[in-house]
């Protein structure tokens, strides 16, 4: 199990600095920002947790959500272009190895792929077993989904298709993952004005309390979980049977005293006729 320090949290939000990379609009909208900004603050805190040698990041170039992962080998590719972007891809198709990542990071990629399944299916290939895979949603049935659904962001954002996060865990359960943490994150009014968000801080904090039905995205953490299976070889040498259940050739030890028995009782019987 895994326990987020909301304080950590808080403190990462409020230091975060400005993008790097150009945004896309939905990115560049204030509601936007502060989404980001509760979103890579909670990947900088899971991934700081997962070991291995090769940590992957799908989307978001504007973020590096593996900054503070302890993974050596780091790699990051994109679904669109975008400035500085080494690697661009289909998420249907990663061109990666089978077995050889320890840790995926997804922010709202199933949102925008064609075939959400098939993406899945992907991350679950490349994965080692007992690799990590870090997703994050817009809820559908919140706030800011209602608004991301009716309004001008399915415009702005890259929201093709909103999932919920209990059809994820059936998805991922299908496929061999164990999810072992999920929650919801931004429970403030999604408001497009940074200072009437700033002054939501409070929902945020009695969002922890609301067992996550106020938040307006979620997030999924899951292992890819792999049973180990030995093959048990037939030892031919070896009887199949013991030996007192085998039937042998010839007569039981049994039978032959039992035949004796006979004899003996024949020989008794022509011994008393010849008396008579």
């Known amino acids: 199990m895994i326990y987020y320090d909301w304080q950590t949290l808080e403190s990462n939000v409020s230091s975060s600095q ?16 502060y989404i980001a900004q509760y979103e890579a603050a909670m990947y900088a805190q899971t991934v700081a947790d997962v070991f291995g040698f090769h940590a992957l990041q799908i989307g978001w170039p504007a973020h590096d959500l593996l900054e503070h992962s302890r993974i050596p080998y780091k790699h990051s590719i994109q679904l669109a272009t975008a400035p500085h972007v080494s690697l661009l891809c289909e998420s249907e198709y990663l061109p990666f190895a089978e077995q050889s990542i320890d840790l ?21 290939r490349v994965l080692l077993p007992e690799g990590t895979v870090i997703l994050t949603g817009v809820a559908p049935m919140s706030g800011l989904g209602l608004r991301v659904r009716l309004g001008h962001l399915k415009k702005e954002g890259p929201f093709r298709r909103l999932l919920t996060a209990w059809r994820l865990r059936d998805w991922l359960n299908v496929l061999g993952f164990e999810v072992v943490h999920s929650g919801r994150l931004v429970h403030a009014f999604p408001v497009n004005d940074m200072d009437w968000l700033a002054k939501q801080s409070w929902l ?14 979620y997030f999924l953490i899951a292992k890819k979980r792999v049973l180990n299976v030995r093959l048990l070889k037939p030892e031919w040498k070896k009887l199949p049977l013991n030996h007192a259940l085998q039937v042998r050739k010839g007569r039981s030890t049994i039978q032959k005293q039992g035949q004796k028995q006979l004899e003996c009782a024949d020989v008794d019987s022509t011994m008393d006729r010849n008396v008579r």
């Open 204 to 217: 945020e904090r009695w969002g922890q309390h609301s067992c996550g039905m106020t938040g307006g995205v």
């Open 104 to 124: 995926v990071c997804m922010p709202h990629v199933l949102e925008q792929c064609a075939d959400a399944q098939q993406t899945l299916r992907e991350v679950f």
């Open 18 to 33: 400005p993008d790097k990379f150009q945004s896309s609009p939905f990115e560049t909208m204030a509601l936007g920002q």
